[in-house]
């Protein structure tokens, strides 16, 4: 019995590699330069799966929960290498914008509430807002993808994530500057 399960787990676990291992290969590499790091976080998203499943975590959708898990490995990694973000038309590292850890505990702690800040300004956007920004921006879906998916104009869709970005702009920037006196 036990047996079956694994082998019916390991089937399940192959199929979702052998379907999402392109899409979301591409999806990774668009947000990180290197190809070895980009490698590297696909197998760390494919292992994670193979450990949820392997401690039967509920998974209803694996699809978002690989993305999910990509993103936060991105991060991570951004978190690690001096990501390149584009702030004000100018691109700029995230050590750019954040305190060094390296300056101390305060700086350090500054750092951490400005991460949580980012999170934070995400969730305050309207859904449709967030849900356009996400889909874009994290899951590099074109406007002509999501229009298709939704049935929402692609113009609709520009005009929404303008607004989510106009609304993080200015509260991270509101956040930012506090912490920069």
């Known amino acids: 019995m036990m047996e079956a399960i694994a082998l019916e787990q390991n089937r399940r676990i192959a199929e979702t590699v052998e379907r999402e291992r392109g899409r979301l290969r591409n999806f990774i590499r668009r947000r990180v330069p290197d190809p070895g790091d980009a490698e590297d976080i696909l197998q760390e998203v494919f292992y994670e799966l193979v450990e949820a499943s392997r401690l039967m975590q509920p998974l209803e ?44 505990p305060e700086a350090a ?33 074109s406007f002509k993808e999501i229009a298709e998916e939704t049935g929402v104009s692609v ?22 500057k506090e912490f920069s006196k």
């Open 155 to 176: 113009n609709t869709l520009l005009s929404r994530k303008h607004y989510a970005v106009l609304h993080l702009r200015k509260r991270l920037q509101q956040i930012y």
């Open 109 to 141: 702690y500054a750092r951490t509430v400005l991460l949580d800040e980012i999170d934070a300004a995400l969730d305050e956007l309207p859904d449709e807002q967030r849900e356009a920004f996400v889909a874009h921006e994290l899951r590099g879906r």
């Open 61 to 104: 959708q694996v699809t978002a929960w690989l993305y999910r898990v990509a993103t936060n490995r991105i991060i991570d990694l951004f978190r690690k290498k001096k990501p390149v973000m584009l702030t004000n038309e100018e691109w700029l590292t995230l050590d750019d914008l954040l305190p060094s850890p390296e300056e101390g």
